[in-house]
């Protein structure tokens, strides 16, 4: 019986050394759905999820999920991020012409005009509107 415990591989649990034994500090969760997530599919740059530009003006415009359902039609905060999210924004429809320029204004940002003409002269228009508001910050302040 003594041959058969000193012929024991190093593969045997009982033999096995410490250092051979891996440790969980390299174990990290994954989410199981990442693959399926279009914003992950790869490290180089793309385009936002048009959805997703939306869902983010309107948060951004109302300052949270809550108050922008209750403005946009009393409807469930997940509900009406779920379909920002899945692309619909028939909700934006009866909601104030504020939020429907903060949307436009943010899909304008997000995705700008290809041609470099185009793209200069929205920056000037951009450059005098800050302009003019800071003209009329002042003038306010003056009174």
Request: proline content about 8%.
């Amino acid at each position: 019986m003594p041959d058969t415990m000193a012929k024991r591989s190093t593969s045997d649990p009982v033999r096995r050394s410490e250092s051979s034994v891996g440790t969980l500090d390299t174990v990290r969760p994954t989410p199981a759905k990442a693959a399926l997530d279009r914003t992950t599919q790869s490290d180089d740059w793309q385009d936002p999820v048009i959805g997703t530009v939306v869902a983010k003006a309107v948060v951004d415009h109302f300052g949270s999920v809550k108050e922008a359902a209750y403005q946009l039609g009393q409807v469930d905060p997940s509900q009406m991020m779920r379909e920002f999210h899945a692309g619909k924004i028939g909700r934006l429809d009866d909601g104030p012409r504020p939020a429907k320029a903060a949307v436009a204004g943010a899909l304008a940002k997000a995705f700008p005009p290809p041609d470099p003409d185009a793209r200069a002269r929205q920056l000037i228009r951009e450059t005098r509107a800050r302009l003019d508001a800071l003209e009329d910050a002042l003038q306010e302040r003056r009174r």
